[in-house]
């Protein structure tokens, strides 16, 4: 365990560096930060957004022309997994309700708890189990404005600043009016938020945040909030029933064209059933496991854009999905804590990156877009990255400048899950430094909505990381666990208003925009077996593959 | 130049390419053997010998409990837990994953019940059957004092029962394992929310935030916004008055927009 021996001789070319390194950092030398011109000849270069490689322009479907990144634009032309008639779509309706909720993080819940307390009978399916969602993954905090220092006012100029002002103002301004009418609602659930012994809870800042308004639970946010959402659903379960281990695979529509529920398939015994609602909220998260370009991300296992794709073909148009955020360090070795993040902190209190030979070549502080190409170049260009026994690509950061710069102890001190998490593997990151490289980590994009959180397709709306343009170009931290609440309630609230007004009855249910869909593949010329949604990612070898004699894959699964 | 510069072959997404001679050890998935490279997690190690997941598999990172995991080492009586994507394998373990494991949740209304020993009583009395034995304890992937908690919860100590649990992701693994049948982490999240709600104080300075939104005093503020050419929103951005970072006193210059 630890580093390989091959490892642990090229760490001595990083040790070999460090007191003239040292040396530099305490006379406040850094690295050279790039020129403007300069970020820009390296993002267009590297960064997997601006690269012209590996991405195309879609050819069917409401958002038509936009260019995605091929493992997008692959998911969307695809063919569905099947098309069935209305009468067989009659004939395996198992359940009606009135709104379906099809995602089960914190968005999804959200949206199901709003909506029942709106009065209305819920039905939410998840593919997985009720919570396995990116949401638990959230360790920083989610903001909002609640200290008096602060209003939505200062919130909103944060957002639309760190989004380049490319977001779309009306979502900004939804985001912060709610943020603390969302606080107050987990506090009256009873989350767990830090305060201080007055009641009053923490604040601090994060980055691009003009007032301190960052709220937490201990570094495990989303996880508290998730558990939370979740257990009161539980309390609500004659009003609220779960379906885990059900994959939506496509939503369908009345004889009117309005959203009436989805098609489900059962992961488990193989059978496909249809769930008829009035009111349908997608909230299925983000793109992360379609692994864009290749790389490694810090998303969980369901992340496979399968509500980006059903909605798409539903008629929904997409927005920023030209964009997608990588967190400059993600792990590279261990291989078991591939991808996960590694927070920005560790740079802040000094700690260089490294090249195989020991050498820097970045400036630590370039914006995050900057600095993962940076490494990019240094690993793919210039052959200078460190190539793992597992077959990873990546740089150092050396962590253990931090206990000369900071004191001894202050590695544990102040990174103590990080610290942990390398301990278990017997790598000492106080003493040894970490092996590091882009991660796949956010979906800026997704489909396109109102403020209400609905969709252009009557009867369907979207929240949470499925959707596109609160964070335009940029999301900034502690505001997503804050999307899928203010969001995921709206389309409960909303959802439920839209049941009430509801009228006559979902009659003629078919899949006939599916079957238009196919028809615009065929006309684009698009051929393809490609099958989507993919529901899960395929992790199996070739060589298992190859042997698999009977077997083939439908999107991600075997079938 | 290095030599990686002549083999840039990176491994992508979630799946590892192997060198030459990686060594490989039995592991015995269910009882099954199979060969897998001896650096891998559970979580990989499985993939790897050909198996899809569809449960036991969430965040890939320690947080969602989806993967508890149970195994022996051949020869040796001692039975293990853990989480199968945060554990590498050894040769000769003989693992299974437990994806789902009955337990019993009281429905409450968190509105109409205390921090106190009776509500725990009521809604889960069978933890007065608890053995002290501690095998909750030594089940617990999390390294959560499971035992210690339950007690707590027992004794009416809701915010030590809510503070030692805090990590837990409710795996099922210390249920697993009860002799008393106890349903400890339905218990667990009990006593945080009620811990949460009824026994730190209220956000005070939440209230007249609140109130403020709900009677709409920011709306016409986000309008303006929202409304903003380009220029102007840079400029107000550029402006903005930054709190320090050490900020017990700080106030803002301009206080129309509070």
Same mark, same amino acid.
């Given at each position: 365990?630890?580093?390989?021996?091959?490892?642990?001789?090229?760490?001595?070319?990083?040790?070999?560096?460090?007191?003239?390194?040292?040396?530099?950092?305490?006379?406040?030398?850094?690295?050279?930060?790039?020129? =403007?011109?300069?970020?820009?000849?390296?993002?267009?270069?590297?960064?997997?957004?601006?690269?012209?490689?590996?991405?195309?322009?879609?050819?069917?479907?409401?958002?038509?022309?936009?260019?995605?990144?091929?493992?997008?634009?692959?998911?969307?032309?695809?063919?569905?997994?099947?098309?069935?008639?209305?009468?067989?779509?009659?004939?395996?309706?198992?359940?009606?309700?009135?709104?379906?909720?099809?995602?089960? %993080?914190?968005?999804?819940?959200?949206?199901?708890?709003?909506?029942?307390?709106?009065?209305?009978?819920?039905?939410?399916?998840?593919?997985?189990?009720?919570?396995?969602?990116?949401?638990?993954?959230?360790?920083?905090?989610?903001?909002?404005?609640?200290?008096?220092?602060?209003?939505?006012?200062?919130?909103?100029?944060?957002?639309?600043?760190?989004?380049?002002?490319?977001?779309?103002?009306?979502?900004?301004?939804?985001?912060?009016?709610?943020?603390?009418?969302?606080?107050?609602?987990?506090?009256?659930?009873?989350?767990?938020?830090?305060?201080?012994?007055?009641?009053?809870?923490?604040?601090?800042?994060?980055?691009?945040?003009?007032?301190?308004?960052?709220?937490?639970?201990?570094?495990?946010?989303?996880?508290?909030?998730?558990?939370?959402?979740?257990?009161?659903?539980?309390?609500?379960?004659?009003?609220?029933?779960?379906?885990?281990?059900?994959?939506?695979?496509?939503?369908?529509?009345?004889?009117?064209?309005?959203?009436?529920?989805?098609?489900?398939?059962?992961?488990?015994?193989?059978?496909?059933?249809?769930?008829?609602?009035?009111?349908?909220?997608?909230?299925?998260?983000?793109?992360?496991?379609?692994?864009?370009?290749?790389?490694?991300?810090?998303?969980?296992?369901?992340?496979?854009?399968?509500?980006?794709?059903?909605?798409?073909?539903?008629?929904?148009?997409?927005?920023?999905?030209?964009?997608?955020?990588?967190?400059?360090?993600?792990?590279?070795?261990?291989?078991?804590?591939?991808?996960?993040?590694?927070?920005?902190?560790?740079?802040?209190?000094?700690?260089?990156?490294?090249?195989?030979?020991?050498?820097?070549?970045?400036?630590?502080?370039?914006?995050?877009?900057?600095?993962?190409?940076?490494?990019?170049?240094?690993?793919?260009?210039?052959?200078?990255?460190?190539?793992?026994? *597992?077959?990873?690509?990546?740089?150092?950061?050396?962590?253990?400048?931090?206990?000369?710069?900071?004191?001894?102890?202050?590695?544990?001190?102040?990174?103590?899950?990080?610290?942990?998490?390398?301990?278990?593997?017997?790598?000492?990151?106080?003493?040894?430094?970490?092996?590091?490289?882009?991660?796949?980590?956010?979906?800026?994009?997704?489909?396109?909505?109102?403020?209400?959180?609905?969709?252009?397709?009557?009867?369907?709306?979207?929240?949470?990381?499925?959707? %596109?343009?609160?964070?335009?170009?940029?999301?900034?931290?502690?505001?997503?666990?804050?999307?899928?609440?203010?969001? %995921?309630?709206?389309?409960?609230?909303?959802?439920?208003?839209?049941?009430?007004?509801?009228?006559?009855?979902?009659?003629?249910?078919?899949?006939?925009?599916?079957?238009?869909?196919?028809?615009?593949?065929?006309?684009?010329?698009?051929? *393809?077996?490609?099958?989507?949604?993919?529901?899960?990612?395929?992790?199996?070898?070739?060589?298992?593959?190859?042997?698999? =004699?009977? *077997?083939?894959?439908?999107?991600?699964?075997?079938? | 130049?290095?030599?990686?510069?002549?083999?840039?072959?990176?491994?992508?997404?979630?799946?590892?390419?192997?060198?030459?001679?990686?060594?490989?050890?039995?592991?015995?998935?269910?009882?099954?053997?199979?060969?897998?490279?001896?650096?891998?997690?559970?979580?990989?190690?499985?993939?790897?010998?050909?198996?899809?997941?569809?449960?036991?598999?969430?965040?890939?990172?320690?947080?969602?409990?989806?993967?508890?995991?149970?195994? +022996?080492?051949?020869?040796?009586?001692?039975?293990?837990?853990?989480?199968?994507?945060?554990?590498?394998?050894?040769?000769?373990?003989?693992?299974?994953?437990?994806?789902?494991?009955?337990?019993?949740?009281?429905?409450?209304?968190?509105?109409?019940?205390?921090?106190?020993?009776?509500?725990?009583?009521?809604?889960?009395?069978?933890?007065?059957?608890?053995?002290?034995?501690?095998?909750?304890?030594?089940?617990?992937?999390?390294?959560?004092? &499971?035992?210690?908690?339950?007690?707590?919860?027992?004794?009416?100590?809701?915010?030590?029962?809510?503070?030692?649990?805090?990590?837990?992701?409710?795996?099922?693994?210390?249920?697993?394992?009860?002799?008393?049948?106890?349903?400890?982490?339905?218990?667990?999240?009990?006593? +945080?929310?009620?811990?949460?709600?009824?026994?730190?104080?209220?956000?005070?300075?939440?209230?007249?935030?609140?109130?403020?939104?709900?009677?709409?005093?920011?709306?016409?503020?986000?309008?303006?916004?929202?409304?903003?050419?380009?220029?102007?929103?840079?400029?107000?951005? &550029?402006? +903005?008055?930054?709190?320090?970072?050490?900020?017990?006193?700080?106030?803002?210059?301009?206080?129309?927009?509070?």
């Amino acid at each position: 365990m630890g580093y390989t021996p091959e490892m642990l001789e090229l760490i001595k070319k990083v040790e070999a560096s460090r007191p003239e390194r040292l040396e530099r950092s305490r006379k406040g030398i850094d690295f050279e930060a790039l020129t =403007l011109a300069g970020r820009e000849e390296v993002l267009s270069r590297f960064h997997p957004d601006y690269k012209a490689a590996g991405r195309r322009d879609i050819k069917v479907g409401p958002s038509k022309g936009e260019n995605y990144p091929d493992e997008f634009a692959d998911v969307l032309e695809s063919k569905a997994r099947l098309i069935v008639s209305g009468a067989q779509l009659e004939k395996l309706t198992a359940y009606e309700t009135e709104v379906l909720v099809i995602g089960g %993080g914190g968005g999804g819940t959200s949206a199901a708890l709003m909506a029942q307390e709106n009065g209305c009978k819920v039905i939410l399916a998840t593919k997985l189990r009720h919570g396995d969602a990116n949401t638990v993954m959230a360790e920083g905090g989610i903001q909002g404005a609640t200290q008096e220092v602060d209003s939505p006012y200062y919130h909103y100029l944060d957002v639309i600043g760190g989004g380049h002002f490319t977001n779309t103002p009306e979502l900004v301004a939804a985001l912060t009016n709610d943020a603390p009418l969302v606080i107050e609602w987990l506090e009256r659930l009873g989350l767990m938020f830090d305060k201080k012994p007055d009641g009053r809870l923490q604040v601090r800042h994060g980055g691009g945040t003009c007032r301190k308004r960052m709220h937490s639970s201990g570094d495990m946010t989303g996880s508290a909030i998730m558990r939370v959402l979740r257990d009161e659903s539980r309390n609500r379960a004659a009003d609220i029933k779960v379906l885990e281990f059900s994959s939506a695979v496509e939503i369908i529509k009345d004889s009117k064209g309005r959203a009436a529920g989805a098609l489900f398939y059962n992961l488990e015994t193989e059978e496909y059933f249809v769930v008829k609602a009035k009111a349908t909220v997608i909230a299925t998260g983000g793109y992360g496991r379609l692994h864009i370009q290749g790389f490694a991300t810090t998303n969980h296992y369901g992340a496979t854009a399968d509500g980006l794709v059903m909605g798409y073909r539903a008629g929904v148009p997409l927005a920023f999905m030209h964009s997608t955020q990588y967190h400059p360090t993600g792990v590279a070795f261990p291989e078991q804590n591939i991808g996960l993040l590694i927070t920005e902190k560790v740079r802040g209190l000094g700690a260089n990156l490294l090249n195989i030979n020991g050498e820097q070549f970045v400036f630590e502080r370039e914006p995050r877009d900057v600095e993962s190409a940076c490494i990019i170049r240094e690993c793919l260009e210039r052959g200078n990255g460190i190539i793992t026994a *597992t077959g990873r690509v990546g740089v150092w950061l050396d962590s253990p400048m931090i206990e000369v710069l900071e004191g001894p102890g202050a590695v544990k001190r102040e990174l103590p899950a990080k610290y942990i998490q390398f301990m278990r593997y017997g790598i000492d990151i106080s003493q040894v430094p970490m092996l590091v490289y882009p991660t796949l980590h956010y979906q800026n994009g997704g489909l396109k909505i109102a403020d209400s959180s609905a969709t252009n397709v009557d009867g369907l709306f979207a929240a949470g990381e499925a959707t %596109g343009g609160v964070h335009g170009e940029n999301r900034l931290m502690g505001n997503s666990l804050l999307d899928i609440t203010v969001f %995921g309630r709206r389309a409960g609230i909303n959802a439920a208003a839209y049941v009430k007004n509801f009228s006559g009855e979902l009659s003629g249910i078919n899949m006939d925009h599916v079957d238009a869909y196919h028809k615009e593949l065929a006309a684009a010329r698009i051929e *393809t077996d490609r099958v989507a949604p993919l529901i899960l990612p395929n992790y199996t070898r070739d060589e298992t593959m190859e042997k698999q =004699l009977t *077997t083939h894959y439908q999107g991600g699964i075997r079938a | 130049m290095s030599e990686a510069k002549k083999e840039i072959r990176v491994a992508t997404g979630d799946r590892a390419i192997l060198p030459e001679g990686t060594k490989l050890v039995p592991i015995f998935i269910m009882g099954k053997q199979y060969r897998v490279p001896e650096t891998m997690t559970i979580q990989k190690a499985v993939e790897y010998a050909g198996y899809q997941f569809i449960r036991s598999c969430g965040c890939r990172g320690g947080i969602c409990g989806a993967c508890p995991t149970v195994y +022996r080492i051949a020869g040796d009586y001692h039975l293990h837990f853990c989480l199968a994507c945060q554990t590498v394998v050894q040769a000769d373990m003989y693992l299974t994953q437990l994806p789902f494991f009955p337990a019993n949740r009281a429905a409450y209304d968190i509105e109409k019940v205390d921090a106190s020993a009776e509500t725990i009583m009521k809604l889960y009395p069978e933890v007065m059957k608890c053995v002290a034995c501690n095998t909750c304890t030594k089940a617990c992937p999390m390294e959560i004092e &499971v035992m210690e908690y339950v007690n707590a919860a027992m004794r009416g100590d809701i915010a030590k029962a809510a503070r030692l649990s805090f990590d837990c992701i409710q795996c099922g693994l210390c249920s697993s394992r009860c002799p008393a049948q106890i349903q400890h982490f339905h218990l667990a999240q009990l006593c +945080r929310r009620l811990h949460a709600k009824y026994q730190v104080p209220a956000a005070q300075h939440l209230k007249p935030r609140v109130a403020d939104i709900n009677a709409g005093k920011f709306v016409n503020m986000l309008k303006e916004l929202v409304a903003g050419d380009e220029d102007g929103l840079r400029k107000l951005y &550029v402006d +903005r008055e930054m709190e320090p970072q050490e900020s017990s006193d700080w106030q803002p210059q301009d206080k129309n927009f509070l």
